[in-house]
């Protein structure tokens, strides 16, 4: 295996990554700032009231996305593995 073909497997590696940790992290986010908007405008300051909803949408937005992420994952997987024969073939 070339030092080129470990630069693309590690490149790939990282946007499955962002692919797979995207849909948490924007809906946590995204949550988090309307739930602070609704405390700084009601001027309630309650912890939990920030934490519920965000765990609700994060196990949402993980069911709606549970689909793509898996064959996001399989594909990468599979094309690793493909290269990884590749390589012991030679």
């Given at each position: 295996m070339q030092e080129?073909?470990?630069?693309?497997?590690l490149r790939d590696l990282f946007v499955v990554v962002l692919k797979l940790a995207a849909p948490?992290?924007?809906?946590?986010?995204?949550?988090?700032l309307v739930v602070s908007l609704i405390q700084a405008v009601t001027q309630i300051n309650e912890s939990t009231l920030a934490?519920?909803?965000k765990v609700?949408?994060?196990g949402a937005a993980l069911m709606l996305a549970g689909p793509f992420m898996y064959a996001t994952l399989t594909d990468f997987t599979?094309?690793?593995l493909d290269r990884l024969i590749a390589v012991g073939g030679q």
């Open positions: 080129v073909d470990v630069a693309v497997v948490g992290l924007l809906t946590a986010m995204g949550v988090g934490f519920v909803p609700l949408a994060l599979h094309g690793l």
